[in-house]
T-cell receptor, first 115, second 108 residues
Framework: NAGVMQNPRHLVRRRGQEARLRCSPM?????VYWYRQLPEEGLKFMVY????????ESGMPKERFSAEFPKEGPSILRIQQVVRGDSAAYFC?????????????FGPGTRLTVT | GQNIDQPTEMTATEGAIVQINCTYQ??????LFWYQQHAGEAPTFLSY????GLEEKGRFSSFLSRSKGYSYLLLKELQMKDSASYLC?????????FGGGTRLMVKP
């Protein structure tokens, strides 16, 4: 059973470009969470999605950031017009829809560097 | 609001026991998690407490007191590979809220 997959693992963007981060949840999981981890800091919640629905985006910056989890395909976190402060590790986690819905399994992360 | 605190760094000796404390404040608390994170890697699940008391899993144990807003992670028989960051996180509402992590260094 493959774990949570994220790609790319490393992404370098120049200021002003767009960054697109992908997350494929574990098989059988329909809940996806995105977290951001700045250097030397803890993880900060960004957004919680289920298939075709954003459930909670209270942790996501209002501008430049968006997330989706379409019916088919991976969840995508999109950052437009990136700035240096967006440099961080972005982790995706997934959990099942029923049973132990609180158990979140993390992907390996995408390390974004903005130059 | 929500707040969660844990020490920034700790050092311990191989073979010893170390306790990492975590205090939290929140409304709508549903449980307390501990994750281990090695540098440059994803967090991996260690334990989950929803009721008061001690949960033991091999060398690792986790304790929760809901009335005090307090948890600790106990690591026994420390090994060098236990050098990592340990993240305390509370489950409330739809999300995990993480502390800043405690960086544990195990020395020979």
């Amino acid at each position: 059973n493959a774990g949570v997959m994220q790609n790319p693992r490393h992404l370098v963007r120049r200021r002003g470009q767009e960054a697109r981060l992908r997350c494929s949840p574990m098989k059988g999981h329909s809940h996806v969470y995105w977290y951001r981890q700045l250097p030397e800091e803890g993880l900060k919640f960004m957004v919680y999605l289920q298939k075709e629905n954003i459930i909670d985006e209270s942790g996501m910056p209002k501008e430049r950031f968006s997330a989706e989890f379409p019916k088919e395909g991976p969840s995508i976190l999109r950052i437009q017009q990136v700035v240096r402060g967006d440099s961080a590790a972005y982790f995706c986690a997934s959990s099942p829809a029923t049973g132990s819905t609180y158990e979140q399994y993390f992907g390996p992360g995408t390390r974004l560097t903005v130059t | 609001g929500q707040n969660i605190d844990q020490p920034t760094e700790m050092t311990a000796t191989e073979g010893a026991i170390v306790q990492i404390n975590c205090t939290y404040q929140t409304s709508g608390f549903n449980g307390l998690f501990w994750y281990q994170q090695h540098a440059g890697e994803a967090p991996t699940f260690l334990s989950y407490n929803v009721l008061d008391g001690l949960e033991e899993k091999g060398r690792f144990s986790s304790f929760l007191s809901r009335s005090k807003g307090y948890s600790y992670l106990l690591l026994k028989e420390l090994q060098m590979k236990d050098s990592a960051s340990y993240l305390c996180a509370m489950w409330a509402g739809n999300m995990l809220t993480f502390g800043g992590g405690t960086r544990l260094m195990v020395k020979p």
